[in-house]
């Protein structure tokens, strides 16, 4: 089929020959990453380093333990490949005819797959409360932004107009002309930050990979991290790192990068473009607000006082501040911990994973967050508020 093809075939032949618009060659930039040091496992390990000095925000053992140990034999199997991705196909667009409108409009989503709360609040009514997608007027005008109206707009606008997410198009985009392609009725928030990044999108597929997400994508050799590499190498927009401000050292997070890929594996099921291979175990989960609440509520991730304070009184958290980055740090290694935690219980009960593809990357992060995630989305109406901070990387 043609979701399994991955053959040179799917790219432009100057995609891999030459330089594209004065850029460099696909394979350059491969080698370029494949010589720095691998993202996601600096992601992992610095985070590891800011959750064992946390002392706002700590991670239950016990409870990443009780909530594995109660996972249904269905919710395991679904950690052990990419099916939590959009599992009713509707959200995303997904043309398997046509990889490379697929893949561009995957990394347009990403590119602003940040910061829809502000929008909730701008429209929150004195003491009311926002409604939620399923408005029963069907209107959005009383609606907050969420995740599915950015992946549905975008998939509206592209099943118009096949040529809209066009490297040269979107090197063009502003602000009211990317509101008017997702269909919203007010101006986004942090509306030009989004369209920049949008720009940033066209402009650095256009200069690097004669416009082909597909050539994007095949430069990474199938490999999982150096495609986040890649990813945050060709744009600016994607580098999700902050400085811990009680010691000076970096610290990675490459929410939207990993997003990106893991998106692609999902998309295509494993096959084809998306087969990474084991290396798709690589990427971590995607540090955002709405996994951190889901955690909570299974006991798994604690506040201290001060911190509950803040998060549960709404108060803006600042991005870069050692609180938000316990948060995130956290997040992170929860989801590390309950990966090792679940590979640990399907080594005493191998009989969890009968009929899964044994070949598969077994248990990994990217489909952890995506039921922590799918869980928080199904209760977002009814669940305690979430940290606010004002950032265009989540």
Not at 365 to 393: C, K, Y
Request: charged residues 20%.
């Amino acid at each position: 089929s043609a979701l399994k093809s991955n053959s040179s075939t799917l790219v432009p032949a100057s995609s891999t020959r030459g330089p594209q618009r004065g850029g460099i060659l696909p394979s350059q930039l491969h080698a370029m990453s494949a010589a720095a040091p691998n993202s996601c496992r600096l992601v992992r390990e610095t985070t590891a380093r800011v959750a064992a000095a946390a002392t706002r925000c700590t991670i239950d053992a016990d409870a990443v333990q009780k909530v594995v140990g109660g996972m249904t034999r269905e919710t395991v199997h679904n950690m052990l490949g990419p099916r939590e991705f959009d599992a009713d196909g509707s959200l995303h667009f997904c043309d398997p005819a046509d990889p490379d409108l697929t893949t561009r409009y995957l990394l347009a989503v990403d590119a602003i797959n940040f910061c829809f709360w502000p929008d909730h609040d701008a429209i929150r009514p004195p003491g009311g409360t926002v409604g939620s997608s399923d408005m029963k007027d069907g209107t959005l005008a009383t609606q907050g932004l969420e995740y599915e109206h950015v992946a549905g707009g975008l998939k509206r606008a592209v099943e118009r107009d096949r040529g809209v997410l066009d490297a040269d198009r979107l090197a063009l985009i502003d602000g009211p002309a990317l509101r008017a392609l997702l269909g919203w009725p007010r101006p986004l928030p942090l509306e030009e930050e989004r369209a920049r990044l949008i720009r940033e999108v066209g402009a650095g597929l256009a200069a690097n990979f004669g416009g082909s997400a597909v050539a994007l994508v095949q430069a990474a050799g199938g490999h999982a991290p150096t495609l986040v590499d890649l990813v945050m190498r060709t744009f600016p927009g994607f580098r999700d790192a902050v400085i811990d401000p009680r010691d000076g050292r970096q610290v990675y997070l490459c929410k939207r990068a990993q997003i990106f890929v893991g998106d692609v594996w999902g998309c295509f099921q494993g096959a084809g473009l998306g087969n990474f291979g084991a290396s798709i175990g690589e990427l971590t989960m995607f540090a955002d607000y709405r996994v951190p609440v889901v955690l909570r509520g299974m006991g798994i991730m604690r506040y201290d006082s001060a911190l509950a304070a803040m998060v549960d009184s709404s108060t803006l958290i600042a991005a870069g501040s050692a609180e938000e980055l316990e948060i995130r740090a956290c997040t992170v290694q929860a989801v590390e911990q309950m990966k090792s935690s679940l590979r640990a219980r399907l080594a005493r009960e191998p009989e969890l994973a009968a009929g899964v593809d044994t070949g598969g990357p077994g248990v990994t992060s990217v489909a952890i967050d995506w039921f922590l995630w799918n869980e928080g989305e199904a209760m977002r109406d009814q669940s305690p508020p979430h940290h606010r901070t004002l950032t265009v990387f989540y």
